[in-house]
């Protein structure tokens, strides 16, 4: 750092009176006083480092304050590097603003293999640290085990499921895996059924691999009941919203089985609850039915959290967190990114893969391409869609993809519609509706099909005041010319 920018820096901390994720202020005018194990260690932890500044009084909004003696504080300030583990190296800048002197530390991010940089004196699990904004925060045992998966390339999926059997196993799917593996891979061809199975670890001393259980268990979640999809269908945009019957849910269900039957059935929920609609593309005049979101890249969304999910013991009570809102889909899975891998990142360089077992299975049962497109492919497809680019979220252990359902794109009146609202001209039920419309659940009805022309204002409540009430009906407000 010059000694301009870090005048630019210092700048920025008075006016914005505020530390950063990157950034912590210390006094320390006659000296270290405290230590910065702490800030050492989170700083060291992120992928952009950060920088200490010496010599602003946070107390006193940032005021400089000054550094008496800047070879001293160097000293000091090298000495608590040197007790870190691996040891920091930090780059010093000095300046001067108003005859004062301002020292700065910058603190080089550690190479994600030597994670996570901790303070020696208190060890591994309690002397590491993340930077939460501005606050220094202690890793839990799940993150500081995550880096020494990475750098000891644990295979968690390879974990022997102890209770369980070859007769847990579905037979016909294993027998068609590896059918498929003698036709795909001519040098399995000659092997018998053991030896393969051995090799493809589907087994390990003749007792089946988690990653076998995921991919052919006659039922996986006999031995993990977590590891599976608790899906949510909720009324609002945020959670705790309630529809017109006071229901926090409109649809709930915790899907399990394999990766493929949940994988299947997570689609299903998507659909079920999406609407589809015909729109008419401005650009081109064409009329097309289309669903709230794209189906390939919600399955790709489905199939990315499946696979590269953490299944280590440590989160294998979490289940994967499917919520679709009103206005978005979100998939979340226990497990960020492995590796070097970050969301800028994403789709642009082939990554590392934490269940490599379990990819390239269902890469053989045609299940996934495992060629890295799966990113690339929802970007593009929402886009064609009219739709916002997905967003992805990591933090926390976990790793988020939204989707959201917000165009441009205008939107025409379905043959459905029409039907609704010509029987809707005599006030009728929730019950009636439901009837309808040949659906079982008259809260996913009113929800799916009728609030939407009621927010449009084509169908009014015949007891507007009482929304909730048993005697509601609804009509048809004419001024539609429906």
Known sequence: MRSEDLKSLIGKIQTTKAEFQ???????????????????????????????????????????????????????????????????????????????????????????????????????????YVRVGEADVPMTEYEVYSYEAYRRKYRDELRVVERSDMDSLDKSKLERYLTRLRSDKPNLSRLDDKKIIDLMSICIDNVPTLAAQMLFGLYPQAYFPQLSVIAVCIPGTEMGETDSDNSRFTDNKRIDGTIPDMLREALSFVLRNSRSKTIIDPATGKRQDRTDYPMNSVREALLNALVHRDYSIHTEGMPIQLKLFSDRLEITNPGGLYGRLTVDTLGKIQPDTRNPVIATALEVMNITENRYSGIPTMIREMKEHGLPSPEFINIGGDFTVILRRNNGITETVTNETVSLLEFCRTPRTRKEIAGFLKLSSVTYAIKTHLQPLIDEGKIALAIPDRPSSPNQRYYTVSSTGA
């Open 22 to 128: 990157n950034i912590e202020v210390k006094k320390c005018k006659d000296g270290i006083t405290e230590k910065l194990y702490d800030t050492l260690s989170s700083f060291s932890n992120q992928d952009e480092g950060g920088i200490i500044v010496f010599g602003l009084d946070e107390k006193a909004g940032f005021e400089i304050t000054g550094i008496d003696d800047v070879q001293l504080l160097q000293r000091r300030v090298s000495e608590q590097c040197e007790q870190m583990q691996p040891a920091v190296r930090p780059v010093f800048t000095v300046t001067q603003v108003k005859g004062l002197n301002i020292v700065s530390a910058e603190i080089p991010p550690v190479d994600i293999s030597d994670r996570p940089c901790f303070y020696k004196g208190r060890g591994r699990l309690k002397g590491a």
